[in-house]
Structures are given as C-alpha cells and as structure tokens.
C-alpha cells in the first residue's frame, strides 16, 4: 500500500464511502485490515487446538489408507519382475499406481534391479 501511495495511487469504494487518498480513509482501511488479519489469526489457532484435541482422543484426519502391510510385500515381490508394469501390479492389487510409488520407496530401484537380472539370465547361454 506505501508503494502505491508514493506513487499518488489511491482506492475510492462508493458504496463504503471509504477513500484511501484521506488520512481517515486510511485509518478506517488499516483497522478493517487489522480485524481481517486477527480473525484469520484466532481461526487458524482454533483449528490447532481442534486437532491436538482430536488427536489426543485417537482421531487421525485425512483420508484412510488403502496400502495395507500385505499389499506392500505382494508388490514388493512382482515389481523385479520386468513383464509386469507397475500399472499392471497396482491394478492386480486394486491400488493405484501412485500408491505403490508412496509407500515402496525404492521402487525405481527394485524394476531396475529386476531387469538387469532379467537381461543377465536372457544373455547366458542356454546348457544342452
């Protein structure tokens, strides 16, 4: 606001009949601006102590989670296999994709593991 008021820009409302070019029109748009500030303030505080008292009861917010233990090791165990694209994996165990990438955080690593395996059997000659 300093700047725009350096630059002999002000705000005229009608209807409020609040003009920024005055020194009471700046008052009463500080103020207003002040009030606006300190609500948002006691909100966001209520709002933590909201929580904290949720979670001191047990209640954890947020969506559920889908991916349970048995879901990460099944997936755990398919992603070396490079037949299987972590589409086909997440669709198997009736997850989405982005869930699989969440919870395996090593999961780039795992596919790339699996085809270089996969390349290395494929290249040894086959015994008679």
Sequence with gaps: MGDLRR???GFTSLRENLDTTT????????????LAEFIRELI??????GLAAARERG?????PTVATLEIIRAARDMLPNPEASV?????????????LYNH???LRELRAAGRAHHELTAAEPQAS
Excluded: Q, Y
């Design 59 to 63: 209640r954890v917010g947020g969506r």
């Design 87 to 99: 589409t086909s994996i997440a669709k198997l165990l009736s997850v989405s994709p982005g869930t």
């Design 44 to 49: 966001v505080a209520g709002t933590r102590e």
């Design 23 to 34: 020194p009471g029109g700046r008052l009463v748009f500080h103020v207003f601006a002040a």
């Design 104 to 106: 395996i955080p090593d």
């Design 7 to 9: 630059r002999g820009v």
